[in-house]
């Protein structure tokens, strides 16, 4: 039973919309976070949270918005997307004690 | 700037050998270093993982070996199956919420 979902699997969208990605995790865990996985770049974060209502930028934030509604839930938004968005995006959750699980993922294609 | 190197970018070894996965890092603060496993499709998971006051760490065919001075880890996957076939991503953390650092990643394929 998968404890991270994440939804949409796959979308596509077009240049300059909005896009939101979601994030449901039934760990009870308080971090959640959101990984970019771009072929020879490995994962990298975006923006993470340690607690509902609030927001930590990541390594590459810019472009992307985080929300994290309750503790369970963590979306991800691109207001204007862009191609360069184009990637599999990733959510985790984690207890803080170190181990990060994450859930299959979002193919997300630009046009 | 990437804090955490892996090489080589893929690897391919046949079934029984011992396939050897290096990682680097810059940032002499962090002191965990775990190992995720990814399989086409799916997100990664926690494979074996080691505290920088450990230099050896083993779990079954799965070993790391850490080298704190020089800045390095190595995953040695002995014995390797069809199986085995996946990306691994070594990542290095500070502890500071939980935060990973992830590689670029080692796709290793296992030819029986």
């Known amino acids: 039973e998968a404890a991270v979902t994440q939804s949409p699997r796959s979308k596509v969208a077009v240049t300059g919309g909005k896009v939101t990605l979601s994030c449901h995790q039934t760990?009870?865990?308080?971090?959640m976070y959101w990984y970019r996985q771009d072929t020879g770049h490995g994962l990298r974060l975006i923006h993470y949270?340690?607690?509902?209502?609030?927001?930590e930028k990541g390594d590459i934030p810019d472009g992307y918005k985080a929300s994290r509604p309750s503790q369970e839930n963590f979306s991800l938004i691109l207001e204007l997307a862009s191609l360069s968005q184009t990637a599999v995006y990733f959510c985790?959750?984690?207890?803080?004690?170190?181990?990060?699980?994450f859930g299959a993922g979002t193919r997300l294609s630009v046009l | 700037q990437q804090q955490v190197r892996q090489s080589p970018q893929s690897l391919t070894v046949w079934e029984g050998e011992t396939a050897i996965l290096n990682c680097s890092y810059e940032d002499s603060t962090f002191n965990y270093f775990p190992w995720y496993q990814q399989f086409p499709g799916e997100g990664p998971a926690l494979l074996i993982s080691i505290r920088s006051v450990s230099d050896k760490k083993e779990d079954g065919r799965f070993t790391i070996f850490f080298n704190k001075r020089e800045k390095k880890l190595s995953l040695h996957i002995t014995d390797s199956q069809p199986g085995d076939s996946a990306t691994y991503f070594c990542?290095?953390?500070?502890?500071?919420?939980?935060?990973?650092?992830f590689g670029s990643g080692t796709k290793l394929t296992v030819e029986p």
């Open positions: 990542a290095a953390s500070d502890s500071n919420y939980n935060v990973l650092y």
């Open positions: 985790a959750s984690s207890d803080g004690k170190n181990t990060l699980y």
């Open positions: 949270s340690y607690v509902a209502d609030s927001t």
């Open positions: 760990n009870n865990h308080d971090y």
